[in-house]
């Protein structure tokens, strides 16, 4: 079972604006214990860029949906469609199947460095009293309930970027559950990447990785309103896959051996062709999180790696001194991992039992003619939702060898606040 990796809050807050929150020094804040404020979303890890495509912190202007849980509807059957007022208490674990979002469903938090989070029509936490007009209740289903203890209620919430209101093109994710306000149990949900299903078999439609969003998600269980804001963890879904190209034909005087030492590497260009898993599904109803990947839901093409602006293509020198022997491209492609060496990682596998995916590199190594070597994946990658990897493509002797690495120094972390895990 592999985890959602888990990133450090990059923030501590202690005001808040409107229904959000505020950087400190903002406008004065509304009691967190009154109405549901949220904190500052925290992403990590800090010492990497975010020009790579992979978000450090939460963005600017990016907005999250929010689902937020409480109150479990009665257990016997007939009477399901009535409130049970003692179950504010019970933990997410216990009433989960019976709950309908009645504190928020869907709702749209819009984050920025000015402002804070914030967002419509301020929510208010249950408190001890006659049930009518509390939140999310109906005047119809309030009824002559009475809330007590409500200090002890424990609220759960779930959070995943981006929103995307009915109105936009392209919807990442998609909820199946809860599908209206009356819909009760633990959010269900599909992710799906901004292509078409399907695609040439030959691979020749280009792949726009910009396209792909940097999909997180994250979870608050069991919240009381006396802990005061609500502080989301987020975690990528995606996994992050580099290049780096290694010209290890050193000269015989640096340890090099072979006809091919000391000879100079020119790259041209560097495709990665094949299937891609196009969505993938994620039920939450459980600690042990339901994760399935459709293996005829695919999209097919190529990404464009690099592509060199010299005629002759670029220079990657046997020197080593310096990083001279290196060609390291800044992009990392956003893909869906997988979770299953039988069904596949990045993509489905084949009747053969091997997937369709290639490195496509086109070179010339020394004097010699411009060639495209066709490289498969290493088949002890295993990719993980939450890591970046590089994949090393070393020109050793006269061959390529690759082999593909995690980022060790700014892989996502281990663990989650989220108490989520992905199989």
């Given at each position: 079972?592999e985890g959602l990796?888990?990133?450090?809050?990059?923030?501590?807050?202690s005001?808040?604006?409107l229904?959000?929150?505020t950087k400190e020094?903002?406008?004065?804040?509304?009691?967190?214990t009154?109405s549901v404020?949220?904190?500052v979303?925290?992403?990590s890890v800090?010492?990497?860029?975010a020009t790579d495509?992979f978000?450090?912190r939460f963005?600017?202007g990016?907005?999250?949906?929010v689902f937020?849980?409480?109150?479990?509807?009665?257990v016997?059957?007939g009477?399901k469609?009535?409130?049970n007022f003692s179950?504010?208490?019970?933990p997410?674990?216990?009433?989960?199947e019976?709950?309908?979002?009645?504190?928020?469903?869907n709702v749209?938090?819009?984050?920025?460095?000015?402002?804070g989070?914030?967002?419509?029509?301020?929510?208010k936490?249950y408190?001890d009293g006659?049930?009518?007009?509390?939140t999310?209740?109906a005047?119809d289903e309030?009824?002559d309930?009475?809330l007590s203890?409500t200090?002890?209620?424990?609220?759960s919430?779930?959070?995943?970027?981006?929103y995307?209101?009915?109105?936009?093109s392209y919807?990442?994710?998609?909820?199946?559950r809860?599908?209206?306000d009356?819909d009760?149990?633990?959010p269900?949900?599909?992710?799906?990447?901004?292509?078409?299903?399907?695609?040439?078999?030959?691979?020749s439609?280009?792949?726009?990785?910009t396209?792909?969003?940097?999909?997180?998600?994250?979870?608050?269980y069991n919240h009381?309103?006396t802990?005061g804001?609500v502080s989301?963890?987020?975690s990528?879904?995606?996994?992050g896959?580099?290049?780096r190209?290694n010209?290890?034909s050193?000269?015989?005087?640096?340890?090099?051996?072979?006809s091919?030492?000391?000879?100079d590497?020119y790259?041209?260009s560097?495709?990665?062709t094949g299937?891609?898993y196009?969505?993938?599904?994620v039920d939450?109803?459980n600690a042990?999180?339901?994760?399935?990947y459709d293996?005829?839901?695919?999209?097919?093409g190529y990404?464009?790696v690099y592509?060199s602006?010299?005629?002759d293509?670029?220079?990657v020198?046997w020197?080593?001194?310096e990083?001279k022997?290196t060609?390291a491209?800044t992009k990392?492609i956003?893909?869906?991992?997988?979770n299953d060496a039988?069904?596949g990682?990045?993509g489905?596998?084949?009747?053969?039992?091997?997937?369709?995916?290639?490195?496509?590199?086109?070179?010339?190594f020394?004097?010699?003619?411009?060639?495209t070597e066709?490289?498969t994946?290493p088949g002890?990658?295993?990719?993980r939702s939450g890591?970046?990897y590089t994949?090393q493509i070393?020109w050793v002797?006269?061959?390529f060898v690759?082999?593909v690495?995690g980022?060790?120094?700014?892989?996502w972390?281990?663990?989650?606040d989220d108490?989520?895990?992905f199989?």
């Amino acid at each position: 079972m592999e985890g959602l990796r888990r990133f450090s809050r990059l923030f501590a807050v202690s005001a808040a604006l409107l229904a959000g929150c505020t950087k400190e020094g903002g406008p004065e804040a509304p009691d967190a214990t009154r109405s549901v404020v949220f904190g500052v979303p925290g992403v990590s890890v800090e010492t990497r860029a975010a020009t790579d495509g992979f978000y450090d912190r939460f963005p600017d202007g990016g907005s999250f949906g929010v689902f937020g849980y409480c109150l479990a509807q009665e257990v016997i059957d007939g009477n399901k469609n009535k409130i049970n007022f003692s179950s504010g208490s019970s933990p997410w674990g216990s009433k989960n199947e019976l709950c309908r979002p009645r504190v928020f469903n869907n709702v749209e938090v819009t984050y920025t460095a000015a402002a804070g989070c914030v967002y419509d029509s301020p929510v208010k936490w249950y408190r001890d009293g006659a049930a009518q007009g509390q939140t999310g209740i109906a005047a119809d289903e309030a009824g002559d309930g009475v809330l007590s203890g409500t200090d002890d209620y424990l609220y759960s919430f779930f959070a995943y970027y981006p929103y995307a209101g009915q109105e936009a093109s392209y919807r990442p994710f998609a909820f199946t559950r809860p599908a209206s306000d009356a819909d009760a149990g633990a959010p269900k949900f599909s992710f799906s990447m901004p292509f078409e299903s399907g695609g040439a078999t030959n691979f020749s439609e280009k792949l726009d990785d910009t396209q792909t969003p940097d999909a997180m998600f994250a979870v608050d269980y069991n919240h009381r309103k006396t802990e005061g804001q609500v502080s989301f963890s987020f975690s990528h879904l995606l996994t992050g896959l580099g290049f780096r190209v290694n010209n290890y034909s050193q000269t015989a005087e640096s340890g090099g051996t072979g006809s091919g030492a000391g000879k100079d590497l020119y790259i041209y260009s560097i495709r990665l062709t094949g299937d891609f898993y196009r969505s993938v599904s994620v039920d939450l109803s459980n600690a042990d999180v339901a994760v399935e990947y459709d293996a005829k839901d695919v999209y097919r093409g190529y990404y464009l790696v690099y592509q060199s602006e010299e005629l002759d293509g670029t220079r990657v020198t046997w020197d080593a001194s310096e990083g001279k022997n290196t060609l390291a491209p800044t992009k990392y492609i956003r893909l869906l991992p997988g979770n299953d060496a039988g069904q596949g990682y990045l993509g489905p596998v084949g009747p053969d039992g091997k997937y369709n995916g290639k490195l496509q590199v086109e070179y010339r190594f020394g004097d010699g003619e411009r060639k495209t070597e066709e490289l498969t994946r290493p088949g002890s990658f295993a990719p993980r939702s939450g890591v970046r990897y590089t994949a090393q493509i070393n020109w050793v002797g006269d061959a390529f060898v690759v082999m593909v690495q995690g980022d060790n120094d700014e892989v996502w972390e281990e663990g989650s606040d989220d108490e989520v895990s992905f199989q």
